[in-house]
């Protein structure tokens, strides 16, 4: 039997998140690398999900594994994670890769729990090493140290993946292969008492989606004011870009921490980052130092954003945020 | 109501000065040199979840931690800030534990507690994630191990009626809710609530708080293959710091010519800049 790696599709609003199809793209790869025919297969659960399922295949899944009830229309832990690890205790797969999300970090160890199993947690890369065992690359201190984890003795090799860390291929016409999982031993579980899902809240997001962004202009704690953070905001809709934070910018109340960079936040790899008033703490280099073209202002020129920036200006943010929206707005006259 | 809970807590270097970790090269270990301990950040929200339960209806809290000895410091904060008792899971036989094996100690911890005291947990309450390690497992995998349900990210509390709770969890843009009932375990974030500040009076009373170390005799319950190094499926192979280093050109002049220069990028890296 040729040897697989799992990736759990996650759900959002009765869509596969992005997040899936790039872990997908990155099974793909690895299922190469390990050779001997290995498969990439997908782990579904939610409500109505036949149709998504198809979006699975495209992005390389073989087979796709189904559970398909309303009762698991909202995602718990109770439910789902016995589901998960009673199947991946049944087919063994080599490797089994989570989205790194709020589900995900909560589901993922949950399900290496029961199987007793190693999962490395939030990785920014995932190799094999010589034996072609799963080699992750995880971050700790924020960023400013990578470690590789091995799951040397226990199957599978788990391991979890923010947003956005790889990218995701073009898909290919495919049929669908789904298998339906039993769920008649789980009718207890469904309805046991101690935890319900109530429902699912979304803020609609404001403006463009921080991955989608060609262009982000990042604000931290030297951006001083709201004022500023409102030119920011101006300067993102003016190219077609979005905004992006890090934690002291969250913490003075300029902006939300939906779009907050970094370890606590989302990776990101936009053509061209420029960040006004951010000093440059690991944490936060961390979600962005993928970019294609770091630009960076900040008065200090000891910031460690230098460090990691193509281009730096050391000026006031007060001065060159109004003169680049200045600037750009005369272009577009 | 009467609620026992137990808050799990963890001793972490000031996440502050994470840019003077560095890589002892020849040893292939961390070097944290001169970098304060620190009750790990969150897990003061989670203690504080803890004494809002408390003062709401009655009950306990009891602080634990599975840590080296020198962890009895933040324990002694923990008691300070206003838990009632603490213990500290300290082995060497603990030593070297991922999440999967540290989870499993902490279990056998809470189990032992139990039974000494006569009573079960009502909340095991966790901070989401530890400021070093960052993985955020734990507290899933110590509701596994309890077979309590579990919830991460936790943002909202709120009492529906005293047996029933109404719970939020974050997601990407937007949030989650349940109905929940005790036993439970949550791993809470850093917006549920704000700290208390440590007071004086605290401090003096924590000095005659217990604080209780428990070795590996003292939990003779757990099974030595879930245990420390040997009970963690997960092993660390090479560390590095990586390289981030980029060219760093200097973009001088007026703030006029500053902003043309930086369009000037912005256009030569295929974003459109006014059409």
């Known amino acids: 039997m040729s040897k697989k790696i799992w990736v759990h599709a996650e759900v959002a609003d009765g869509k596969i998140a992005n997040v899936t199809y790039e872990l997908l793209s990155k099974a793909y790869d690895l299922a190469g690398e390990m050779g001997d025919g290995t498969e990439v297969e997908a782990t579904l659960v939610g409500s109505g999900l036949e149709e998504e399922a198809g979006h699975l295949a495209r992005f390389g899944a073989k087979k796709i594994y189904l559970a398909d009830d309303s009762k698991l229309k909202l995602y718990s832990p109770v439910i789902y994670a016995p589901i998960l690890a009673d199947l991946a205790a049944a087919n063994s797969p080599e490797i089994y890769i989570f989205g790194a999300t709020a589900t995900g970090s909560a589901l993922g160890p949950a399900v290496a729990a029961r199987l007793k199993t190693g999962m490395a947690a939030h990785c920014v890369n995932l190799l094999l090493d010589e034996r072609k065992q ?55 579980l469904f309805d046991a008492k101690g935890l319900e899902a109530v429902g699912v809240v979304r803020r609609p997001p404001e403006g463009l989606p921080l991955n989608e962004a060609q262009v982000v202009l990042c604000g ?19 190219l077609g870009g979005a905004t992006a934070s890090t934690r002291p910018a969250v913490d003075e109340g300029w902006t939300g921490e939906h779009n907050m960079v970094g370890t606590s936040g989302q990776s990101i790899r936009p053509k061209v980052y420029i960040g006004f008033g951010i000093s440059g703490a690991t944490h936060h280099i961390c979600g962005m130092n993928e970019s294609g073209v770091v630009i960076s202002v900040n008065r200090d020129e000891e910031s460690p954003i230098f460090q990691v920036s193509d281009f730096l200006v050391q000026g006031d943010v007060n001065v060159i945020l109004p003169a680049l929206l200045e600037a750009v707005k005369s272009e577009m006259e | 109501m009467t609620y026992n809970i137990a808050v799990c807590v963890k001793p972490v270097p000031d996440p502050k000065h994470y840019d003077k ?21 969150v897990d003061k929200n989670a203690l504080e979840a803890a004494l809002q339960l408390r003062e709401q209806y009655t009950g306990t809290v009891t602080a634990i931690s599975m840590a080296p000895p020198d962890a009895g410091e933040i324990l002694r904060e923990a008691l300070a800030i206003g838990a009632d008792e603490a213990y ?72 529906v009626d005293p047996k029933t709770f109404s719970i939020k969890t974050k997601l990407e843009n937007g ?36 604080l209780q170390v428990w070795g590996r005799e003292d939990l003779p319950e757990a099974k030595d293959e879930f245990l420390g190094l040997k009970g963690s499926p997960t092993q660390p192979g090479e560390i590095f710091t990586p390289d981030m280093k980029r060219s760093g050109k200097v973009l001088a002049g007026t703030p006029e010519e500053i902003a043309g220069r930086i369009v000037t990028i912005l256009r030569a890296n295929g974003v459109v800049v006014g059409g």
């Open chain 2, 88 to 159: 500290l899971l300290s082995d060497r036989a603990f030593g070297g534990a991922d999440t999967l094996a540290t989870s499993y100690t902490l279990f056998h911890g809470l189990k032992k507690l139990e039974a000494a005291k006569g009573y079960s947990f009502d909340f095991v309450l966790c901070g989401c994630e530890s400021a070093d390690g960052a993985t955020a497992q734990v507290s899933s995998q110590l509701g596994e191990w309890l077979g309590y349900p579990h919830l991460w990210n936790v943002f909202s509390l709120q009492e």
């Open chain 2, 175 to 210: 949030y989650m809710e349940w109905r929940a009932q005790a036993p439970l375990v949550l791993g809470v974030s850093r917006e549920l609530n704000k700290p208390r500040f440590t007071s004086v009076m605290g401090i003096m009373k924590a000095k005659n708080k217990p």
């Open chain 1, 134 to 188: 799963l080699k992750a690359l995880v971050p700790s201190f924020g960023g400013k140290v990578i470690g590789e984890i091995l799951c040397p003795s226990k199957l599978p090799q788990m391991a979890s993946v923010k947003p956005g860390i790889f990218v995701k291929k073009d898909p290919v016409p495919m049929p669908k292969r789904v298998e339906k999982v039993d769920l008649g031993v789980y009718e207890k």
């Open chain 1, 220 to 238: 931290g704690y030297g951006i001083g004011s709201q004022e500023n953070w409102n030119t920011l905001e101006k300067l993102a809709h003016l």
């Open chain 2, 21 to 41: 970790v560095t890589i002892d090269p020849v040893r292939k270990t961390i070097t944290r040199t001169g970098i304060p301990t620190l009750l790990n950040p």
